[in-house]
């Protein structure tokens, strides 16, 4: 559906894109803001409160070892080894060997949830770091960010609060 909308006559596989895609350009994020700030603008969705979450996205191929990678070695019998990704830990998928996809959206109820910023890392870099560049282009009339403990971190809070007086809920969920 999407392919015939943007007039694609095919588009590669979801793989292709993960391999080709290690990280998210500008001007993604600048997209993902700008449709982000239309829908608000013409009362689609609202800003008051707003959820962020990581996502953990497993790297394609073989796992490559913690001790293996620190040594800069990779096994004879692996073949195709992301080299790129890292180790993060999910509470809910345990240890994973890939990149995060990190969302900030709207969730006011009684409007649509629309994505507000986004951004791509390797699973070991933790929310915090990754939230705190998500800051400074919250939109003016955000009171709440609802988040989980991955997100519990006193500077940000602080950094929340300063800009104009909005609060970081972080809640466990």
């Known amino acids: 559906m999407i392919q015939r909308h943007c007039g694609f006559h095919s588009l590669p596989s979801r793989r292709t894109l993960g391999r080709r895609l290690k990280f998210f350009s500008p001007s993604v994020r600048k997209q993902i803001r700008a449709l982000g700030r239309t829908l608000i603008v ?100 955000t009171k709440y960010i609802v988040a989980d403990s991955g997100y519990d971190d006193r500077k940000l809070t602080e950094k929340c609060e300063f800009r104009k007086n909005n609060k970081h809920i972080p809640v466990a969920l």
């Open 42 to 141: 013409n009362g689609i969705a609202n800003t008051k409160v707003n959820a962020v979450d990581k996502s953990m996205i497993k790297a394609q191929g073989p796992l490559w070892h913690t001790k293996d990678r620190k040594k800069g070695i990779v096994p004879v019998h692996l073949r195709n080894v992301d080299r790129d990704s890292d180790w993060g830990y999910s509470r809910y998928r345990g240890w994973v060997q890939g990149y995060a996809i990190h969302l900030l959206c709207s969730a006011t109820p009684g409007f649509v949830t629309v994505p507000l910023d986004a951004d791509a890392a390797t699973a070991n870099v933790p929310e915090n770091r990754i939230f705190e560049s998500m800051i400074d282009h919250l939109h003016n009339d």
